[in-house]
């Protein structure tokens, strides 16, 4: 249908659309995800300087290991990527419904509850509060707050898309519809959770929980986002609608079933880490799928990948993706988790998943956006270009080392070798690790630079 326009009627349908968004408010929420984008991940390479130096912070409680850690994590998912994909969404909802955001005016209050609720929940778990869930830290009034956020945005969406002016729903909006529905429910979980489960159904509720967020928050999340931007950023359709809706109800059938794959060997019964495992490994089914739909968008277009950066960070991200599934369902099997679990190679797959995955969609989703908002045109090729490869040598090198570290520290344990023995032996990677990140924050800020300047210019 696209390919049948003529230029005339797309601008018109352009100009139409640009009518139905608010753009100070996609601008405000954006805005804070950069200022997310440049504390969050900092973080994380400022604590990493403890794995070689472990005083390197001196000996300030605030500052140890243990505050900071959930601070980055929790910042990186809350902070740094659902601010940017909820500005975003502000983009894409009334452009795919045909109609404003329902209750637009909420969206204001609501921007402000969110960033000051995150920095008051970075505070006080640098204060030394934390309910002990991992990906689930915050205090619990921050969860309230995150938790009615939500509500209130999944009622706003949700009457948009039942208010949209044509009937289908493209592919994004079942996304984004489900993302947060599920995720409401995660979050009742996550103010009950923690204190309410006794015994070692706490560690399998947790794993629900974890694999909720991970799963049915951030993947559908970016899912939103790529079907969105990519078709978008490059001018085709999607390749195939059957391959989308295969994609979405494997996702929301295996999904559920995969958190105990964070307690295999563990006091959980074995059928339940069987079902988990088994569950893993069909998680091929969604990510094979949606990959080959968004490779496929792509067929005619590849030649212009290297100048069109939305695209780049895409594609890019969707090959990261991936390695990062890959290496998930064949950690998950009981021989590969032996040698694994405890060690850096988990940390290569959060980090290559959600850092190489959705952080980078979310930012080619913003290279799109941010230039239509401000009127500012797209951002300077140069610095952006440079930006893309310290961000994704970073991530790609930081996988490649983590992985390596953790394959080594866990078969010198499982070869009999002293715990400190291991530590020593992996010290030189944890210097390459912290370089890494340093690359993946020096091209953030470059990128949010090049945004921010583009737009001071307009
Ligand atoms: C096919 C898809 C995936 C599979 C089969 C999978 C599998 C796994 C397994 C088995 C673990 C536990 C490893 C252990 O504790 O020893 C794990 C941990 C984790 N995964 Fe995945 N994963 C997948 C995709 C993803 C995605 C898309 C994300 C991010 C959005 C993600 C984020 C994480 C995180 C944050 C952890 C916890 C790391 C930690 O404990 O510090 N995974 N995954």
């Known amino acids: 249908m696209m390919a049948a326009m003529q230029p005339s009627d797309a601008s018109a349908a352009a100009l139409r659309n640009d009518a139905l968004i608010d753009r100070g408010l996609i601008r405000t929420w954006l805005g804070w995800g950069f200022v997310w984008l440049l504390v969050f991940p900092t973080l994380g390479a400022v604590v990493s300087t403890k794995f070689n130096y472990p005083e390197s912070l001196g000996g300030v409680p605030w500052l140890s290991f243990g505050r900071l850690r959930p601070i980055h994590v929790n910042g990186v998912i809350w902070g740094a990527f659902s601010t940017l ?58 969860v309230a707050v995150i938790f009615l956020v939500l509500l209130a945005l999944t009622v706003q969406f949700l009457v948009t898309i039942a208010r949209r002016t044509s009937p289908p729903l493209y592919v994004s909006l079942w996304y984004l519809i489900a993302a947060f529905i599920w995720t409401d429910v995660n979050l009742v979980l996550l103010l009950l959770g923690p204190y309410h489960i ?152 959060s980090h290559i998943t959600i850092f190489g995955t959705f952080v980078v969609w979310a930012l080619g989703g913003a290279l799109y956006v941010w230039p239509r908002i401000t009127g500012a045109g797209p951002a300077r090729f140069a610095p952006a270009n440079w930006a893309f490869w310290l961000i994704t040598l970073g991530i790609a090198s930081m996988f490649t080392v983590l992985a390596a570290q953790g394959l080594q520290q866990g078969f010198m344990l499982m070869a009999g070798a002293e715990w400190m023995d291991t530590v020593s032996a992996i010290r030189p990677y944890w210097w390459v690790r912290t370089l890494t990140g340093i690359s993946m924050d020096v ?16």
């Not at 959980?268 to 990959?291: G, R």
Request: hydrophobic residues 50%; aromatic residues 16%; positive net charge.
């Open 85 to 142: 994909f909820i500005g975003l969404c502000h983009y894409v909802v009334p452009r795919l419904c045909g109609v404003r955001l329902w209750a637009e005016r909420w969206s204001h209050g609501l921007l402000w509850v969110w960033n000051l609720n995150l920095a008051l929940g970075s505070l006080l778990l640098a204060a030394g509060f934390n309910r002990g869930w991992e990906a689930g830290e915050y205090p619990l009034i921050t």
């Open 198 to 349: 006794p015994g070692i159904n706490n560690a399998a509720w947790h794993g629900l929980f974890i694999h909720y967020v991970v799963g049915l928050w951030i993947t559908p999340a970016g899912y939103v986002l790529i079907y969105y931007f990519l078709p978008a950023s490059v001018r085709n359709p999607i390749s195939s609608h059957k391959l989308s809706l295969i994609g979405f109800w494997s996702l929301a059938f295996f999904y559920p079933f995969v958190g105990i794959h964070h307690y295999l060997y563990s006091p959980i019964t074995e059928w339940a880490q069987t079902i988990a495992i088994v569950s893993s490994m069909m998680l091929i089914i969604p990510v094979w799928t949606v990959i080959q739909n968004f490779f496929g968008t792509m067929v005619g277009r590849w030649s212009e990948i290297g100048r069109n950066l939305p695209a780049k960070f895409l594609i890019t991200g969707s090959l990261l993706y991936l390695v990062g599934c890959f290496q998930g369902s064949v950690q998950a099997l009981r021989s590969l988790q032996q040698p694994t679990h405890f060690t850096d190679f988990v940390i290569a797959h």
């Open 443 to 458: 091209g953030l800020s470059l990128l949010v630079v090049t945004l921010m300047r583009s737009s001071l210019r307009a």
